[in-house]
């Protein structure tokens, strides 16, 4: 499983068949091979974080079946000193379950992302202000009868352990929420009532992640979080940009100049437009602030040929909103970050919108 979706499958399905000849074999050389295969991809993020005390599978071997849901290939995650990966492995080698605030963009899905891949652990995602219903949650008959049970998501990951990764914890249904508590105690179980009330105990080696934008009045359409859950969360992570209102972070310049593939200028130019776009938001003036993501996107463009502005409808205006009072302030803000440099291409593309 990729962060980014790509290569997905790539080093996965020639091995399968290898297994599958082999498992003919016998019994001793399934299980061999079945190790041999998991340990074969040694995730290059592991020697960038110091990390090895918090061994969370205790060399445990998950079942082939689950080793497509091990994220694999997810881009480093940049950190300016304030040790996240860290942070989180240690909440979860200690507590089992850690909760990260931060506003959208920060980073908070990645880092989920690279610490499933780092530990070696299935991922277990969960948007929970999608219109989740609670048989893709806990699972349900197909067909007729009684002999077709299929288990949901999270059922599967207290069967089978893993990272249960609760994104926007703070939007879950009520009934979904009310089921969960009892699970969210280390030594909990679940209890399936729709299915003659199976007892599923806590997987040994199963996690949770939730995760969240702030609660406050700017933050428009956030919602506390529910009492029980934030007690039984121990560890909580703040997240933020790394670069906002006059702050402007030269990691996140690099990052830009090196994926996005422009010279340093347009990525501070970028930068520090962005950073203006993130205190607006963040004063509840626009209701979003664009991700180092959005940013990679908005140079990639530049970097194609189109001029920066022509580039930003593309990308940053567009992701902040569709109604056009806000599109332009968002014009306006890019522009202003960008300096004197800037105006004349802002109103040639201006121009070009008019056409
Ligand atoms: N510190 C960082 N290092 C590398 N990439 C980052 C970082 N922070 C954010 N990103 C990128 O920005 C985009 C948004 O991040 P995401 O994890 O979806 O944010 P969140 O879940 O907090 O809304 C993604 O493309 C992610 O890879
Ligand atoms: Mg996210």
């Given amino acids: 499983m990729d962060y980014l979706g790509k290569d997905a499958h790539a080093d996965g399905v020639g091995n399968n068949k290898v297994t599958t000849r082999l498992r003919t074999f016998n019994q001793q050389s399934k299980i061999t091979l079945q190790?041999?295969?998991?340990?074969?991809?040694?995730?290059?993020?592991?020697?960038?974080?110091?990390?090895?005390?918090?061994?969370?599978?205790?060399?445990?071997?998950?079942?082939d079946s689950m080793s497509e849901l091990i994220p694999k290939h997810t881009p480093e995650y940049i950190d300016h000193g304030q040790r996240y990966v860290e942070r989180i492995?240690?909440?979860?080698?200690?507590?089992?379950?850690?909760?990260?605030?931060?506003?959208?963009?920060?980073?908070?899905?990645?880092?989920?992302?690279?610490?499933?891949e780092i530990a070696g652990l299935p991922l277990w995602e969960i948007n929970c202000g999608l219109q989740t219903t609670s048989f893709d949650l806990f699972g349900r008959y197909i067909g007729l009868g009684k002999e077709n049970w299929v288990d949901g998501q999270i059922v599967s990951w207290c069967r089978h352990g893993g990272i249960l990764y609760l994104d926007e914890a703070n939007m879950m249904k009520q009934d979904v929420?009310?089921?969960?508590?009892?699970?969210?105690?280390?030594?909990?179980?679940?209890?399936?009532?729709?299915?003659?009330?199976?007892?599923?105990?806590?997987?040994?080696?199963?996690?949770?992640?939730?995760?969240?934008?702030?609660?406050?009045?700017?933050?428009?359409?956030?919602?506390?979080?529910?009492?029980?859950?934030?007690?039984?969360?121990?560890?909580?992570?703040?997240?933020?940009?790394?670069?906002?209102?006059?702050?402007v972070n030269e990691s996140e310049i690099d990052l830009i100049q090196e994926r996005g593939g422009v010279t340093r200028e347009i990525a501070m130019q970028m930068v520090k437009?962005?950073?203006?776009?993130?205190?607006?938001?963040?004063?509840?003036?626009?209701?979003?602030g664009p991700s180092v993501g959005d940013l990679i996107n908005w140079a990639k463009l530049v970097a194609d040929g189109l001029d920066i502005h022509t580039a930003a409808e593309e990308t940053i205006v567009s992701t902040t909103s569709d109604d056009?009072?806000?599109?332009?302030?968002?014009?306006?803000?890019?522009?202003?970050?960008?300096?004197?440099?800037?105006?004349?291409?802002?109103?040639?593309?201006?121009?070009?919108?008019?056409?």
């Avoid at 492995?89 to 499933?116: D, E, N």
């Avoid at 437009?273 to 979003?288: E, I, S, T, V």
């Avoid at 522009?335 to 004197?340: E, Q, S, T, V």
């Fill in 324 to 355: 056009i009072a806000t599109q332009e302030s968002v014009r306006r803000i890019i522009k202003l970050a960008g300096g004197h440099q800037l105006l004349r291409p802002s109103i040639q593309s201006a121009e070009t919108l008019d056409d």
């Fill in 273 to 288: 437009a962005a950073a203006q776009l993130r205190a607006n938001y963040k004063k509840g003036d626009l209701p979003y």
């Fill in 177 to 247: 929420a009310t089921r969960l508590n009892p699970l969210l105690d280390t030594r909990g179980h679940i209890v399936l009532n729709e299915k003659d009330n199976e007892i599923i105990p806590r997987h040994p080696l199963s996690y949770v992640i939730i995760s969240m934008n702030p609660f406050s009045v700017e933050f428009a359409g956030t919602k506390p979080l529910n009492a029980a859950f934030r007690r039984r969360m121990s560890v909580w992570i703040n997240f933020d940009y790394l670069s906002t209102g006059s702050k």
């Fill in 89 to 116: 492995m240690r909440a979860l080698y200690y507590f089992k379950q850690c909760a990260l605030i931060g506003p959208s963009g920060t980073g908070k899905t990645h880092i989920v992302y690279a610490v499933a």
């Fill in 35 to 63: 190790i041999s295969r998991l340990k074969s991809y040694e995730s290059p993020l592991k020697k960038k974080y110091d990390v090895e005390k918090y061994d969370l599978t205790s060399n445990y071997v998950f079942p």
